[in-house]
């Protein structure tokens, strides 16, 4: 990867070899080829270095061309993405000698390759791996491919890929260097294909997202916030302007106002909400997870659910599975039902949208090294409960106990059992008086 970024040259010679298949066989191994988006990024998380991956990755980036220089995109990437290497990533570390620009233009099946074998990954990657670094550098290669595949292609490429509905929830995430890229993404893609997806960025709550950073505030000066501002401004006016279809998509979102509808029903405990949310989970434009966040749907529905009992459930499971409270078919939905359709959804808008920060702390940046705490004892102090029932137990919690993080429960009790209980015969209650080891457990 290194050695690309220095030399185009050998990227080119690497894509005659075919080295798109070979990235993306590093990334998803042969033993993965089962595996839905899910439990592949599971694996990714789990069972891959995030070294390797982050430098796959960039090998991954190293292989298309880089953007030709630009006095918007440019600074507004350097003012965003400070201390990353997104600006190089883009723009490369200096003029291009043009060597990968022909080279994909002449062999346009490179980048169609590229764009079936490691673009759904890179989705999939930059949604639910946290490590900044690699989010950067996934919408980054992102960013290349779109800039530089005829628009054809490009269509072909985004149309049916969550990726649209995921722009969103980067444009509302709070990181800096997300959000530029995010805005880059969506002015390339309004920029050559508006007519195709104005409808879907309004659906998916793009044009949402953009307005509400127009009129963004930063607390303290910040050239980062600064630069995101001006650039979604000049985005909404060119791309979202008044009477523009993306806006009139915005407007007249007749499958938000249905879902608005279905919220309202079920706030006063309406079942007739469920019939209605039903629905809009069935058909080719199911409602997006953008809009059942905003109409209040995903709200209404945990409160209608959490504010009954038994009834409700049945209800709700008669209405979303297609069976009754005795699991006799009520009419079955075929294909992906609704209740699979709401999870989906649900999964997806927390995925872009949940801000619990997340703190690595090995400096190695494995993932698997966290596994070695799983060797060291845990440090706890047992305190005894003050309710009438712990009288009969002496209080231990002036100690440190050593617990193993693979120990059972019962060998925890069995342990403890002997320090608390009072001096005298042992209680033929306890499940487990017979005498044991004073070691930790």
């Known amino acids: 990867a290194v050695c690309c970024r220095g030399s185009p040259t050998l990227s080119v010679s690497l894509l005659e070899e075919g080295i798109v298949t070979t990235v ?28 390797q991956l982050h430098h796959t990755l960039m090998l991954a980036n190293e292989l298309l061309p880089p953007l030709p220089p630009d006095d918007v995109l440019g600074p507004l990437i350097t003012a965003t993405a400070r201390g990353t290497e997104a600006h190089q990533d883009l723009f490369g570390s200096g003029p291009s000698p043009g060597c990968l620009e022909s080279h994909v233009a002449q062999h346009p099946e490179t980048l169609d390759s590229y764009a079936q074998l490691l673009f759904p990954i890179l989705v999939d990657i930059s949604v639910t791996i946290v490590n900044e670094g690699i989010r950067i550098r996934c919408l980054s290669a992102m960013s290349k491919l779109f ?130 949310a039903k629905e809009l989970m069935e058909g080719g434009q199911a409602v997006s997870s953008y809009q059942i966040v905003r109409s209040g749907l995903a709200g209404s529905l945990q409160g209608y659910l959490e504010g009954g009992g038994e009834d409700r459930l049945s209800t709700f499971v008669t209405a979303f599975c297609g069976v009754s409270a005795e699991g006799a078919e009520v009419g079955a939905s075929k294909g992906d039902g609704p209740l699979r359709v709401l999870v989906s959804k649900l999964n997806e808008s927390l995925s872009v949208r949940e801000m619990l920060p997340v703190v690595l702390s090995d400096v190695s940046g494995d993932l698997t090294a966290g596994l070695k705490y ?57 499940p487990h008086h017979q005498h044991h080891s004073s070691s930790n457990p």
């Not at 592949?40 to 891959?48: D, F, G, K, N, Y």
């Not at 893609?189 to 309004?202: C, I, K, N």
């Not at 993306?246 to 469920?274: F, M, T």
């Not at 305190?383 to 029932?389: F, H, I, K, T, W």
């Open 24 to 51: 993306r066989s590093i990334i998803k191994k042969e033993e993965d080829e089962g595996l839905d988006s899910n439990s592949l990024m599971a694996a990714l998380a789990v069972m891959r270095p995030l070294d």
């Open 147 to 276: 800039a530089c595949m005829p628009s054809e292609h490009l269509l072909a490429t985004v149309k049916d890929s969550p990726i649209v509905g995921y722009i969103a929830g980067f444009l509302a995430s709070g990181n800096s260097p997300v959000m530029g890229l995010a805005l880059v993404i969506t002015d390339m893609l309004m920029g050559r294909l508006s007519d195709d997806l104005s409808q879907r960025f309004a659906r998916e709550g793009i044009v949402h997202e953009v307005a509400s950073l127009c009129k963004r505030e930063s607390a303290e000066p910040s050239p980062a916030m600064d630069a995101l501002v001006q650039q979604a401004r000049k985005i909404s006016e060119s791309r979202f302007g008044p009477g523009s279809k993306a806006a009139l998509s915005a407007e007249q979102d007749e499958v938000l106002k249905r879902a608005e509808e279905a919220a309202r029903l079920l706030d006063v405990s309406d079942s007739k909400g469920l019939v209605l």
């Open 374 to 430: 799983l060797a060291q004892p845990l440090k706890l102090r047992l305190v005894r409960d003050s309710g009438p029932d712990s009288a009969s137990l002496t209080d231990y919690g002036g100690n440190i106990v050593l617990i193993e993080p693979l120990a059972t429960i019962n060998a925890v009790e069995d342990f403890l059992w002997q320090k608390v209980q009072h001096p005298g015969p042992t209680d033929p209650h306890h």
